[in-house]
């Protein structure tokens, strides 16, 4: 028997018009209340075999002997019968698409045990004194009650049960002709109106209850769905993010290389007899590679603020000389426009990173002059409680209020769709924008268009500031007349520029591919100072080769760094090597200063790290590096 529940029964059409008549619920949920059912009636089996067999030894006599004990017998197999078809529906689970026709099946089961209990009544009344019928009417009506919580989970399974039970119960009563007996058949009737009213309530309940179950389930997946699709999202986000900064990384450094060979040539030819056509050649030649290199270095203050590799450095510093640096540097670009700059006074000071803030307020001041045709620029600052708002005013082409969030994204730029390469690569908004958040500092916008905008960024106010005198001490310059420089770089074209610059210059030069070949040239001829690349030959670096050539010649060696790499990983492992570092493409002037100056700091004793140029350039700040590549 165990067998034929398990193979799978085919859906017939009349079992899904008798489920639509009597109203059962979608089959999911059905599922749900048959197993509560048949969850109960396994529990209840027990007891109710053996209050089966203690009737039929209270109730048992002459008369009733035969009907009694057979009575009895059957009660006991239909109990056990739904007890096997229970417990295989919860150990199985209820197959798809079987729910309504085993709804049909408890219905017929229930029915005929329903049935059987009412029969008691018809085997007993007449054959037992009033005390035994009133256990029987007790017993019957009890096994009735027990089913409103057994089977209300499933409402038509009830009614299957109980309509029979009490039915033949009431009838026997009319049957009897005696008043008392016809009075407790009508209260029959009225018990059962009361059962059905119960168990109506509670199968709405159950039901109700599933059902918020499954719509929670429901929710449930629905958020874990999103969920999983806004992380696949992010992901995407990240890794084409990822991408871009690779991709803007490796073109960055395969840009540099050339373009810092070509600054070296011009250098070299620069100092070369010239007639006036030539240097006019040279003159513009030099404005090209400049404005190659200020296009580089924005893209490598974008990287290095993605990469994290910024360190503030902070402290109380006047506003007036950054007002005036930045006017200096900007005002004949505004005339050149035939648009005014101003700048007022202040004598305000404030808590902030001064080389962080100048780069922050030169993004503004260009982008302010770059979008204005007319009018002017004024660059203020005021006072607003603890706070000073240093303000850029223009009037531009101003910005509508649906554009002043992306404005300060990469690469976005208004009123540029041909991409005009003398409106910039649409980074200097991303870069303050990143730099403020960096120093925790506010930096707000408001424009109308085609009346101009105001930038803000708020910086802390320092009360009572007091500055030392601006004592200004002379640099010794004793050149680099015979200084023996060994250069690692394995370009051929930069390393040929260099050797002749350096030379040109007056240095003993000595040029190496490899570090084996770098560590021969040094023990041949000690140099004193090393020039090295980043990336070498054999996947290699330069932090290895100077690390190896100092473990050689000692730790107080003094060297340079070269790079043109950009990527977030390799800014911060340049960052925390502490040795002074130039990203190409390289101006000969800035890499003459910064020769003369790593050298003199050996000679001074004072030593790498109390550098002022190479702290900043440790610490990775970007104002450093803008200096060095406009």
């Known amino acids: 028997m165990q067998k034929q529940f398990s193979r799978p029964v085919p859906q017939v059409c009349w079992i899904k018009w008798v489920a639509k008549i009597l109203r059962l619920a979608e089959e999911k949920i059905l599922v749900e209340q048959l197993r509560l059912v048949m969850f109960n009636i396994r529990s209840t089996v027990l007891p109710v075999v053996l209050v089966s067999m203690l009737i039929m030894w209270t109730l048992f006599n002459g008369k009733n002997a035969l009907p009694l004990g057979f009575w009895c017998l059957i009660v006991i197999l239909s109990h056990l019968n739904l007890y096997r078809y229970a417990r295989h529906f919860l150990n199985s689970g209820i197959p798809s698409g079987q729910a309504f026709k085993i709804v049909l099946v408890l219905m017929l089961m229930l029915g005929i045990d329903g049935a059987l209990w009412g029969s008691l009544a018809w085997i007993t009344l007449d054959t037992n004194t009033l005390a035994g019928s009133i256990l029987v009417v007790a017993s019957i009506a009890a096994m009735a009650g027990g089913a409103v919580s057994s089977l209300s989970p499933v409402f038509t399974v009830f009614i299957a049960y109980v309509i029979p039970e009490l039915t033949a119960l009431a009838s026997k009563m009319w049957s009897m002709g005696d008043p008392a007996f016809n009075a407790l058949g009508v209260a029959g009737l009225l018990y059962v109106a009361a059962l059905l009213g119960q168990t109506l309530n509670g199968y709405r309940a159950t039901r109700a209850s599933i059902e918020l179950r499954f719509d929670n389930a429901a929710l449930v997946n629905e958020l874990r769905l999103e969920t999983m699709g806004a992380e696949k999202a992010r992901q995407e986000a990240e890794q084409a993010n990822t991408a871009k900064s690779k991709f803007l990384a490796a073109a960055s450094h395969d840009l540099r290389q050339p373009i810092h060979a070509l600054g070296l040539f011009l250098g070299v030819l620069a100092n070369s007899e010239l007639n006036i056509t030539q240097r006019d050649v040279v003159t513009n030649a030099n404005a090209a590679v400049e404005a190659s290199t200020e296009m580089l270095s924005t893209l490598l203050d974008f990287s290095r603020i993605e990469a994290g590799a910024i360190i503030p450095v902070v402290k109380v510093f006047p506003i007036q000389p950054l007002l005036n640096k930045i006017e200096r540097e900007f005002e004949s670009q505004a005339d050149a426009k035939g648009i005014t700059y101003r700048s007022r ?38 006072k607003r409680g603890d706070h000073v708002n240093l303000e850029v005013w223009d009037t531009g082409i101003g910005i509508a209020p649906e554009h002043h969030q992306m404005i300060f994204k990469e690469f976005h730029q208004l009123g540029n769709p041909e991409r005009d390469q003398r409106k910039g690569l649409g980074l200097g908004l991303a870069i303050a924008d990143g730099l403020a958040r960096t120093l925790d500092h506010k930096l707000t916008l408001a424009s109308i268009p085609q009346r101009g905008s105001v930038f803000r960024i708020s910086l802390p106010l320092v009360i009572n500031a007091v500055f030392p005198a601006n ?71 330069g932090l290895q080769a100077i690390a190896t050539l100092r473990e050689l010649l000692g730790n107080t060696l003094p060297a340079l760094l070269i790079t043109g790499d950009t990527a977030p990983e390799r800014l911060r492992e340049e960052q925390s090597s502490g040795i002074p570092l130039l990203h190409k493409p390289v101006a000969p002037n800035l890499l003459y200063q910064k020769m003369v100056a790593v050298l003199e700091d050996r000679n001074s004793g004072e030593g790498e790290s109390n550098s002022d140029a190479a702290s900043v350039e440790a610490t990775g700040s970007l104002g450093s590096d803008f200096c060095m590549t406009t």
Do not use: F
């Open 345 to 382: 006074e202040s004598d305000l000071a404030v808590y902030s990173d001064p080389v962080l803030v100048e780069l922050i307020l030169r993004n503004l001041v260009s982008n302010a002059i770059r979008y204005t045709e007319y009018g002017g620029i004024l660059v203020s600052c005021r």
């Open 471 to 541: 004592n200004t001490t002379m640099v010794r310059t004793s050149g680099l007349k015979n200084i023996r420089v060994l250069l690692v770089e394995d370009n051929e074209r930069v390393s040929s520029a260099m050797v002749n610059l350096l030379r040109d210059w007056g240095c003993i030069c000595d040029a190496a591919e490899y570090i084996e070949e770098a560590v021969c040239l040094a023990q041949s001829h000690a140099p004193n100072l090393i020039i090295c690349d980043y990336r070498l030959r054999d996947q290699r670096t």
